[in-house]
C-alpha cells in the first residue's frame, strides 16, 4: 500500500472500548476483565458505592477507590478516543493520512500526544511559513537541505519570488527559514525528546514585577526565586501562580543559568541533533549551510518552541499542583465528614457573638428544633447574669445532655461562661464541646435553611445548625456546599468544576459507608444516596410527612418516581431501624434477603435470634450459601452484617479539652504543652484549633520522630492531638507548634518580628511558603531556623 494512498476506514466502537479497557486495566493494575464489567456496570447507571458494596462478585472485588479512579480516566480515555477519531478523519480528509500516521495515531496514549501528531495537519491561521510555501519557497527548502556544499544565499536567488514579497536572496532564505523552522516544531518525536528534556531538567523563575515591591510584600519570598519544576510541591506553585495572577510575579521557565549561557542552547543542540545535525553547526570555520540550519535551529528553539513549552510547563504544573490541592481537600473533607458523632443526645447550640450576642437553639435527641433564645452576656450589655439563667432554664427545661459552642469570634469567652454555669448547675450534668462552625453562616443564609426553618431569624439558624452537627457531623454538613466548609489548600485557585466532581464524590462514599435512616434524614442528605436524585429524595421526606414512617424498605417503591432502578442502587444504603424487618436496619440488600431465609432455615431460627449475635452463626460457612447470582464475598458480607448489623464506620466520640487560661494569642507561652483539635491539613503540615481563635500550625518536619512524607499518615481532621507551642508570634497572629514534645522551644521574649514568608486565614488558603522544605511553614528566618535545629 502507498504510503500517500492508506485507506481509511472508521475506527469500530468495539475497537476503543477494547483499547480503553487494557490501558484501564494496566493503569489500575487489575485485570481487564474486572476493567469491563465495572465499566458495563457504570455504563447501566450504577454508582460507585452501589458496585463497590453490591457488585463484587462482578468486579472481582474492586473497591470505591480503583472504582473512583476508573470512572475518572474512563471520561478522560474516551475523551481521547473521540478526538482520535476526529484526528483521523481530517487528515484523511485531506489526503494525507498514510499508513504509518494512522498507526502512530491509533497507538498515541495521551491527548498531547495526539495533538503533536496532528499539529502539521491541523488547520492554522496563515502564518509566515504558510505565505512563503503560497511563494514556492519549499522548493528552495528542499534545495538546500539537498545540497549541503551549496551556498543557501546561492540557491535563493534562483527561488525569487517578488510578487510574494521575496523580492532578494535574504527574504527568500527567512521564508525557507520559516517554512523549515515550523516543520521541525510539528516534529512529534522531536517535541517529546524536548519536552521531557525541559520537564526533567527546567527550573521554574520568578521575579517580582518591577514597581509592585510594597504591593507584593506578602510574596516577597518569590521576589528572585528559582526551583527545579520536577520538585515543586503544590501549594508553592499554586503560591507563585497566584502571585503571577496579582500581577505581582512574573514567572518563566528556564535551564541552570550555566546551561542557558551555553552555546548552543541545549536545546537548540537537542533540535539540531534530532535531524541528524552536530554542533559543528555553530564552530567558528562553519560553512555557510552549516551556519544557516544552525540559525533555523535556533529560530526553532527561541521563536516556535520557547514561548509554547513555557506555557506548556505550567500547564503541567498548574494541573499537577490543583489536583494534589483537590486529592488534599477531598481527603481532609471525607475526614471531616466521618468525624465521630455525638449520637442521639439533646443539645445546646451556641453561635457566639460579642455585641450581637450568643445565639441559642435547642435540639431534641432526632435533631428537631425545641427552642431558641439570644443572651448577651458581654459587651455591651455585660448580662451574664441573665444569660446564665436562661441557658439553665433551657438545659433543665430540654433535659440538655451537650452543648455545643461554635469555635469563631467569642469562643472561648463563650466556653468559660458554659463551664460557670456547668460549674454552678452540676445537676443538669452537661458536657460542652466546642464544634467547628465552618460554613454554618453559608447554611444559615441557604435556601435549604429557609426551608428547615422558616420562621426562624438567620442568626439563629447557624446555631441550630451547630448543634445539629455535633449530634451527626454528616447530616449535617451535607446540607453545605462542601468548598464552603474549609478544610483545603488554595481552594479558590484550582479547577472548581474538578473540584467539585471530587468533593460530590467523597460526600457520596461518605454518606454510603455510613448508611441513612430513612425515617429522619433530611432531603439534602437523601439526595447523596447512591441512586437518588433530588427530587425522589424530597418525595421521600413529602410521602413520609404525609404517611408516617416507613415500616419497612419495600414501602419505598410507593414514593413516586421512585422506580426499581433507584431502589436497587439506594435500598442496602436506607435504614429502617425499629421496623417490620430487622434486616431493613442492615446493610444488607434486599435482592439478598433469599440468601439469609437460606441461612435461617438451616439453622432453624428467627430473623431477631439470629441478628446482633455471633454465636448464632458458629460452624457454618459462607461458602455453604453461595449460588449462580450471590458469590462468596457477598455472602461473606452478609455474615458479618448478621453478627453487627448497621456498623458505623466512624470513631468514637470524644473531644478535645482547650487548657484553662489560655484564650488568646497573648496567653501562650514557648514550651506551653496543650490538647488541640487538628482542623486543617496541607502537604506542608497540619493546622491545630487551640482555643486562642488562631490555629497554630505542626510543620510537617514537627509532626512525628520519624520522616514523615504526607502528613495525612500522621494526622488527620477532627483528630484530638497533643503539642507543644514553639514559637508565638502575636502580632501577626502565628502559632508554630510541635507534636515532638521533646523539641526545644525557642525563647519566649519572640513576640514579633520581621513579617512572615507566608499569611494563612481560617481555611488555610493563604500561605506562600518559602524556598526549600524547611522554610514552608508561616514564619521567616526565625522560624526556619527552628525548624533546621528541628531536624538536625
Not at 419495600?554 to 432502578?565: A, E, H, I, T, Y
Request: net charge negative; charged share 30%; aromatic share 6%.
Amino acid at each position: 500500500m502507498s504510503e500517500t494512498t492508506a485507506t481509511y476506514v472508521a475506527e469500530s466502537p468495539e475497537l476503543a472500548q477494547q483499547r480503553i479497557v487494557a490501558q484501564l486495566a494496566t493503569e489500575l493494575s487489575v485485570r481487564a476483565a474486572q476493567v469491563a464489567a465495572a465499566i458495563g456496570l457504570l455504563d447501566d447507571g450504577a454508582t460507585v458505592p452501589f458496585i463497590a458494596r453490591y457488585r463484587k462478585e462482578v468486579t472481582g472485588g474492586l473497591d470505591d477507590t480503583v472504582l473512583r479512579n476508573l470512572e475518572v480516566r474512563l471520561s478522560y480515555l474516551r475523551e481521547l478516543e473521540d478526538r482520535r477519531s476526529a484526528i483521523l478523519a481530517s487528515i484523511h480528509e485531506q489526503g494525507k493520512l498514510t499508513e504509518t500516521l494512522r498507526q502512530e495515531i491509533s497507538q498515541a496514549d495521551t491527548k498531547q500526544r495526539l495533538e503533536d501528531l496532528y499539529a502539521p495537519y491541523k488547520p492554522k491561521r496563515r502564518t509566515r511559513a504558510q505565505i512563503a510555501r503560497e511563494a514556492g519557497l519549499d522548493a528552495l527548502v528542499d534545495a538546500i537541505l539537498a545540497d549541503a556544499k551549496a551556498d543557501p544565499a546561492v540557491l535563493a536567488e534562483n527561488h525569487l519570488n517578488a510578487e510574494a514579497g521575496f523580492a532578494d536572496a535574504k527574504a527568500a532564505l527567512d521564508g525557507a527559514r520559516d517554512i523549515l523552522a515550523e516543520r521541525y516544531a510539528e516534529d512529534a518525536d522531536l517535541l517529546a525528546s524536548l519536552r521531557d528534556f525541559v520537564w526533567r531538567s527546567g527550573l521554574l523563575y520568578a521575579k517580582v514585577v518591577e514597581g509592585k515591591e510594597a504591593e507584593g510584600a506578602n510574596f516577597r519570598d518569590w521576589f528572585d526565586f528559582n526551583e527545579a519544576l520536577r520538585s515543586l510541591p503544590s501549594h508553592r506553585i499554586l503560591a507563585l501562580l497566584r502571585g503571577r495572577q496579582q500581577g505581582v510575579l512574573d514567572l518563566r521557565v528556564g535551564l541552570e543559568a550555566e546551561q542557558e549561557a551555553l552555546l548552543p542552547h541545549p536545546c537548540v543542540s537537542r533540535i539540531a541533533r534530532h535531524f541528524g545535525w552536530n554542533d559543528s553547526l555553530y564552530a567558528a570555520d562553519a560553512t555557510a549551510h552549516e551556519r544557516w540550519i544552525g540559525e533555523v535551529c535556533r529560530w526553532t528553539w527561541r521563536v516556535k518552541l520557547l514561548t509554547a513549552f513555557e506555557s506548556e510547563m505550567l500547564t503541567r504544573l498548574r494541573e499537577d499542583a490543583e489536583a494534589e490541592a483537590i486529592r488534599v481537600f477531598a481527603a481532609n473533607l471525607k475526614d471531616l465528614l466521618l468525624a465521630a458523632p455525638a449520637g442521639p443526645k439533646s443539645v445546646l447550640g451556641l453561635d457566639p457573638g460579642i455585641r450581637t450576642g450568643v445565639k441559642v437553639a435547642a435540639i431534641d435527641r432526632t435533631g428537631k428544633l425545641l427552642d431558641t433564645a439570644t443572651v448577651y452576656p458581654f459587651e455591651p450589655r455585660r448580662d451574664r447574669e441573665g444569660a446564665l439563667r436562661t441557658l439553665a432554664m433551657l438545659a433543665a427545661r430540654h433535659g440538655i445532655e451537650l452543648v455545643a459552642i461554635g469555635n469563631g469570634t467569642a469562643s472561648r469567652e463563650t466556653e468559660k461562661l458554659v463551664a460557670d454555669l456547668m460549674a454552678r448547675h452540676p445537676e443538669l450534668g452537661l458536657t460542652r464541646v466546642v464544634v467547628s462552625e465552618a460554613g454554618a453562616s453559608v447554611y444559615s443564609a441557604s435556601e435549604l435553611a429557609a426551608q428547615e426553618f422558616p420562621d426562624l431569624d438567620v442568626s439563629l439558624r447557624g446555631a441550630a445548625s451547630i448543634a445539629r452537627r455535633l449530634q451527626d457531623p454528616l447530616a449535617e454538613l451535607v446540607k453545605i456546599d462542601p468548598k464552603a466548609i474549609g478544610v483545603g489548600q488554595y481552594q479558590h485557585d484550582v479547577n472548581q468544576r474538578e473540584l467539585a466532581r471530587s468533593l460530590d464524590a467523597v460526600v457520596e462514599d461518605c454518606v454510603n459507608a455510613v448508611g441513612v435512616d430513612v425515617n429522619t434524614a433530611s432531603a439534602a442528605l437523601l439526595t447523596r444516596v447512591s441512586g437518588l436524585s433530588s427530587l425522589v429524595a424530597r418525595n421521600i421526606v413529602a410521602y413520609r410527612d404525609q404517611h408516617g414512617p416507613f415500616p419497612e424498605r419495600s414501602k419505598l417503591k410507593d414514593v413516586p418516581r421512585f422506580g426499581d432502578k433507584a431502589f436497587e442502587q439506594a435500598a442496602g444504603f436506607l435504614r429502617i431501624p425499629n421496623g417490620h424487618n430487622p434486616l431493613d436496619a442492615s446493610s444488607v440488600h434486599p435482592e439478598a434477603y433469599p440468601v439469609v431465609a437460606r441461612i435461617l432455615d438451616k439453622i432453624k431460627a428467627d430473623v431477631r435470634q439470629v441478628i446482633g449475635q455471633r454465636e448464632a452463626l458458629k460452624g457454618l460457612s459462607p461458602s455453604e450459601f453461595t449460588d449462580d447470582r450471590f458469590g462468596l464475598p457477598t455472602v461473606r458480607d452478609i455474615f458479618s452484617e448478621l453478627e453487627k448489623p448497621g456498623r458505623d464506620p466512624r470513631p468514637e466520640f470524644k473531644t478535645a479539652q482547650f487548657k484553662e487560661g489560655v484564650e488568646t494569642l497573648n496567653d501562650l507561652l514557648p514550651g506551653m504543652v496543650l490538647e488541640g483539635v487538628i482542623t486543617n491539613v496541607a502537604n506542608f503540615g497540619a493546622f491545630v484549633d487551640i482555643g486562642v481563635h488562631q490555629d497554630g500550625l505542626v510543620h510537617i518536619s514537627a509532626l512525628s520522630e520519624k520522616f514523615v512524607k504526607d502528613p495525612r499518615d500522621v494526622v488527620r481532621v477532627g483528630q484530638t492531638v497533643t503539642v507543644k507551642v514553639l514559637e508565638v508570634d502575636a502580632a501577626r497572629k502565628r502559632v508554630a507548634l510541635t507534636m515532638r514534645l521533646n523539641d526545644d522551644a525557642l525563647p519566649a521574649a519572640r513576640r514579633s518580628g520581621d513579617a512572615p514568608a507566608s499569611r494563612r486565614g481560617n481555611n488555610g488558603n493563604g500561605g506562600q511558603g518559602g524556598k526549600g522544605r524547611g522554610e514552608t511553614a508561616p514564619f521567616n528566618n526565625a522560624m526556619a531556623a527552628a525548624l533546621a535545629k528541628l531536624k538536625r
